[in-house]
């Protein structure tokens, strides 16, 4: 089993669209999670992360944690062409810790 | 400038080259990190520094060895590489709580 798992896609959304984007993991120890967004060709880039059960807002984004289930989502509201990118999860044991463990990524594309 | 830059953006070398990557970051940070991205492969961390001392080596063959003079500079000496090291070497930063920024990469193609 991977230790952090991604449908690779690629992910097809109409623009203006709710896009939905999953991540599970396998180690109930995990307690930090990041969203890392990369376009092709570029670095990683980070756009949330969320630490506690529940949702958590910025603009469009939306993370969802539930560690119950080991699972955490991005959601994107009003989906823009721009959003077409591969989002990366991230994981960590702690919040300090040096391991944290990526997925494969979500490729989105985002359809005009 | 700003966040964390790399260079060089594009390397291609020999397998008997010795080359270097250099990293700095101007975040304030006291964590660098070195990571290996391959097509269809997870990140792969290859090394940590906190405060200039290496916390981690995360199995890398000794082709690859890393040098932080600083809490800001951080470089990766590559010597006798094989084609299969061809791939994006990404640096990042962080504090020692906090996710990790990226630099924009080296591409690194192995002759």
């Known amino acids: 089993q991977k230790e952090v798992e991604q449908n690779s896609g690629p992910l097809s959304v109409p623009e203006g669209a709710i896009a939905s984007l999953n991540c599970t993991y396998s180690?109930?120890?995990?307690?930090?999670f990041f969203w890392y967004r990369q376009y092709s060709g570029k670095s990683p880039e980070l756009i949330m992360f969320?630490?506690?059960?529940g949702d958590k807002e910025d603009g469009r984004f939306t993370a969802q944690l539930n560690k119950a289930s080991q699972y955490v989502s991005l959601l994107i509201r009003d989906s823009q062409p721009s959003d077409s990118a591969t989002y990366l999860c991230?994981?960590?044991?702690?919040?300090?810790?040096?391991?944290?463990?990526f997925g494969t990524g979500t490729r989105l594309t985002i359809i005009p | 400038e700003t966040g964390v830059t790399q260079t060089p953006r594009h390397l291609v070398m020999g397998m008997t080259n010795k080359k270097s990557l250099k990293c700095e970051q101007h975040?304030?940070?006291?964590?660098m990190y070195w990571y290996k991205q391959s097509a269809k492969k997870p990140l792969e961390l290859m090394f940590v520094?906190?405060?200039?001392?290496?916390?981690e080596n995360n199995s890398v063959p000794s082709r690859f060895s890393p040098e932080c003079p600083n809490s800001s500079h951080l470089f990766l000496h590559l010597h006798t590489l094989q084609p299969e090291d061809s791939a994006l070497y990404l640096c990042?930063?962080?504090?020692?709580?906090?996710?990790?920024?990226f630099g924009p990469g080296t591409r690194l193609t192995v002759t």
């Open positions: 990042a930063s962080s504090q020692t709580q906090g996710a990790r920024y």
């Open positions: 975040l304030g940070h006291n964590a």
């Open positions: 991230a994981v960590a044991r702690n919040f300090g810790n040096e391991k944290l463990t």
């Open positions: 180690d109930r120890g995990s307690q930090s």
């Open positions: 520094y906190n405060f200039k001392e290496q916390t």
């Open positions: 969320i630490y506690s059960n």
